[in-house]
């Protein structure tokens, strides 16, 4: 049995070149320019209209009732929908190389990171992987949280503040922690 001291190294990431095409790069190279100078005067939860149509102009699918606050930031705005009275607040990081759908009424608090993509470490080149992020509808992620990629977050689930989400939650549950892990069952009170 080989030690890890004795595994040869076999990466040269020399080789390693972009699967994104030139049209993708040049979008993302413009709508980085045009968010934050279009936003940045905006303070918070103010001016959505405007905010909804720079998304849709740039492709994304966002609901007439749709929030997005002006600190949030959308990787790719042709990869984004969003519900109604769904939600993406104050520095959400939102790297969709692949689809993220928001759900009607799901909330994705400030500061949390949703990863569309990784790299395949099996590969010497390491090259780009991506799956897509589903939030369903009634959702709520917490504040830092971390969903990662081909993960969908069930209907009236929650994830707690922090949590590093792996794997799918199932609908109307709450889990939390690292990797996140079922809390209980969301109950709502009438």
């Excluded at 939860?45 to 994304?60: Q, V």
């Excluded at 520095?91 to 928001?102: L, P, R």
Aim: hydrophobic share 45%.
């Amino acid at each position: 049995m080989n030690s890890f001291n004795d595994i040869e190294t076999k990466i040269d990431l020399s080789q390693y070149h972009s699967t994104l095409s030139r049209r993708h790069q040049m979008m993302r190279l413009v709508w980085g320019v045009v968010w934050p100078l279009a936003t940045w005067f905006l303070p918070r939860s103010l001016g959505m209209p405007w905010k909804r149509l720079l998304l849709r102009a740039f492709g994304a699918k966002v609901a007439a009732t749709a929030n997005v606050y002006s600190s949030a930031r959308v990787y790719y705005p042709a990869n984004l929908e969003m519900g109604e009275y769904s939600c993406l607040a104050s520095g959400v990081d939102c790297y969709n190389v692949d689809k993220v759908t928001v759900g009607a009424n799901a909330t994705v608090s400030q500061g949390a990171y949703l990863c569309t993509a990784s790299h395949d470490i099996t590969n010497p080149l390491n090259p780009l992987i991506t799956a897509p992020i589903v939030i369903e509808d009634q959702a709520w992620i917490g504040a830092k949280a971390f969903v990662g990629m081909g993960v969908t977050i069930g209907q009236g689930a929650v994830v707690g503040a922090t949590a590093s989400v792996f794997k799918d939650v199932e609908p109307w549950t709450v889990v939390g922690g690292n990797p996140a892990s079922f809390i209980k069952k969301r109950i709502i009170k009438e």
